[in-house]
């Protein structure tokens, strides 16, 4: 985990690493929005009704705070439908709906309001201080405030558990130099290498669409651990 938080490793490794600058008071909350009709929000006991609620619970909670709405890179691109509309900004909450690495936008938080999306354990691994409203794979352990309950998760467990289940026993990696399984360690070193080459073709005036598709670090390597809900 802690690779990862350091190199800044998330499922999303081509969005670009910088501080934020928004809003007017110290302290942050970060809102994370998914695209309409997801999977993951049904199969994680959510709703797409839930979102309001979940906006409306972080300001209620947070007077002091300013509200950050992170809108999902895809509904960004116009491919698909968001929850949250320009509407939902002003007095206090603002929408980030460009490109920031998620790693780079965690560090810029104080909590985090989520209904089911990965960026909520990434949020965890980082030392935040999550509210689910669902149950999605790390929700129900002990970790985070949780809105819903599963009765099936009775049991305490460490973020180290649930990182070690999702990240390791439950997941595939797949190297993108030998086309072959490879250990969790050889995709993150080379997810850094392709960064690193992305990074390098953009600061000499290349275009992503110049870029073959496994020098591309959302393409061939991409570390995820989405699951519906056990």
């Not at 929700?139 to 599963?150: N, P, Q």
């Not at 190297?175 to 000499?204: F, G, K, N, V, W």
Request: hydrophobic share 35%; proline share 4%; with cysteine.
């Amino acid at each position: 985990m802690e690779f990862l938080r350091r190199h800044r490793i998330s499922k999303y490794n081509h969005q670009p690493i910088h501080p934020i600058h928004i809003g007017t008071h110290e302290k942050k909350v970060l809102v994370i929005d998914q695209v309409w009709g997801d999977s993951s929000i049904l199969y994680g006991m959510s709703s797409d009704e839930a979102f309001e609620d979940m906006l409306c619970a972080a300001k209620e909670e947070h007077p002091d705070a300013d509200i950050l709405i992170k809108t999902h890179p895809v509904a960004n691109n116009g491919f698909r439908r968001r929850h949250f509309n320009e509407s939902a900004a002003g007095d206090g909450v603002y929408f980030i709906d460009y490109d920031i690495n998620p790693i780079s936008l965690l560090e810029a938080v104080d909590e985090v309001y989520v209904c089911t999306s990965q960026l909520g354990f990434e949020a965890l691994m980082c030392g935040k201080r999550v509210h689910t409203f669902g149950m999605p794979f790390y929700a129900g352990w002990g970790l985070t405030d949780d809105r819903k309950s599963c009765p099936r998760r009775h049991r305490q467990r460490t973020l180290e558990d649930v990182f070690y289940m999702a990240y390791i026993e439950y997941s595939h990696y797949v190297s993108y130099e030998t086309m072959q399984p490879c250990e969790i360690e050889t995709a993150m070193e080379e997810l850094l290498t392709l960064r690193q080459e992305y990074q390098d073709h953009l600061d000499h005036g290349g275009a992503t669409a110049d870029l073959p598709e496994k020098t591309f670090p959302q393409g061939a390597v991409r570390l995820s651990s989405e699951r519906r809900a056990a």
